[in-house]
């Protein structure tokens, strides 16, 4: 089974700030990776595929990079709707796994 | 609109048995691959099983083999989980989630809100 490790567990930032999420791999995913945001009471949503495509309707803010074991989600200028919790997702290999989430949380 | 609404979920006994649907709408249903992703209450995202959108083949996360069967009624446009011996590690909000065309090793977008399925004595 993969292993996706995120880190932090928490960033506290201000609106406007830069935020910066890793995730990483406990074996090669190639690009097969997404990242996911999610709100409290609401379903996970998509925002990056393949490591660096945005999803439909994601802002330009977000950002994705990264191969193989080491991947980035940024955000270039938090605004106040992006504070949530943060997932990465590989389908390299079965199972599919999940990252345990990054917390975005208002300074 | 892609629309997915889960139903069937409540509280059981260990041991116990349960049938999770997903109306899905919006899209055509019968060639998509379709997933379970589960949330235990405070925790983190959980893949439980996929069907593909191709040949139907199944697949399910080690913790649930044999215990839980995923199905798809492609008249119906709905996805079921029908879930038996339930343990209380299976107490989580169970989504539905929508694949690639054919796919079955997918990302998912959009997800169903979810239901809750509460497995306590």
């Known amino acids: 089974e993969i292993v996706l490790t995120q880190s932090p567990a928490t960033l506290s930032l201000s609106p406007g700030e830069r935020a910066t999420l890793s995730c990483r791999a406990s074996q090669s995913v190639g690009r097969y990776l997404a990242w996911y945001q999610q709100k409290p009471g609401q379903a996970p949503r998509l925002l990056i595929y393949d490591a660096s495509n945005r999803a439909t309707g994601i802002p330009a803010r977000f950002s994705g990079s990264g191969s193989g074991t080491d991947f980035t989600l940024t955000i270039s200028s938090l605004e106040p709707e992006d504070f949530a919790v943060y997932y990465c997702?590989?389908?390299?290999?079965?199972?599919?796994?999940f990252g345990g989430g990054t917390q975005v949380e208002i300074k | 609109e892609v629309q997915l609404l889960e139903s069937g979920g409540g509280l059981v006994q260990p041991g116990g048995s349960l049938r999770l649907s997903c109306a899905a709408s919006?899209?055509?249903?019968?060639?998509?691959?379709m997933t379970w992703v589960r949330q235990a209450p405070g925790k983190g995202l959980d893949w439980v099983s996929t069907i593909s959108g191709s040949d139907g083949s199944t697949y399910y996360a080690d913790s649930v083999k044999g215990r839980f069967t995923i199905s798809r009624d492609n008249s119906k446009n709905t996805l079921y989980l029908q879930m038996n011996s339930l343990r209380a590690e299976d107490t989580a909000v169970y989504h539905c989630?929508?694949?690639?065309?054919?796919?079955?090793?997918?990302?998912?977008?959009?997800w169903g809100r979810g239901t809750l399925v509460t497995v306590s004595s």
């Open positions: 989630a929508k694949g690639t065309p054919a796919g079955s090793r997918d990302y998912f977008d959009p």
């Open positions: 997702q590989q389908r390299s290999n079965w199972p599919l796994t």
């Open positions: 919006g899209f055509t249903f019968n060639i998509y691959g």
